[in-house]
């Protein structure tokens, strides 16, 4: 499956950005999806997943409790909506899809499809 993040820029601590992510197939619903991000000098790192219905969802404690992973199947789009950003939360982030969320959120070395990165970076 092909992946078009978009949403990224410029913001400043504190605000709030809402990234999202297209999927170019119709069996999008049969995916589970997450989002990864990295740093400059830092390795990929798994933020958020949700599974192909919704019913489970992930998160990276770094961002629990200020982003919000959701998909759209209608859509074919997987959003994160981020909120009380900080300057930590700098980086390039990353949509990725599976057809299983075990893989996206404990080895997503073998995650089967990635999108091309969207920019965020957080100004303090």
């Known amino acids: 499956v092909q992946l078009q993040a978009s949403g990224g820029g410029l913001v400043q601590a504190g605000g709030s950005l809402k990234l999202s992510c297209a999927a170019s197939?119709?069996?999008?619903?049969?995916?589970?999806m997450g989002w990864f991000r990295q740093a400059p000098g830092k390795v990929r790192e798994f933020v958020a997943a949700i599974s192909w219905s919704g019913g489970s969802i992930y998160y990276a404690d770094s961002v629990s409790g200020r982003f919000t992973i959701s998909r759209d199947n209608a859509k074919n789009t997987v959003y994160l909506q981020m909120s009380s950003l900080k300057p930590e939360d700098t980086a390039v982030y990353y949509c990725?899809?599976?057809?299983?969320?075990?893989?996206?959120?404990?080895?997503?070395?073998?995650?089967?499809?990635w999108g091309q990165g969207t920019q965020v970076t957080v100004s303090s």
């Open positions: 990725a899809a599976d057809p299983e969320i075990h893989t996206i959120v404990v080895e997503y070395d073998a995650v089967g499809s």
């Open positions: 197939e119709s069996t999008f619903s049969m995916y589970a």
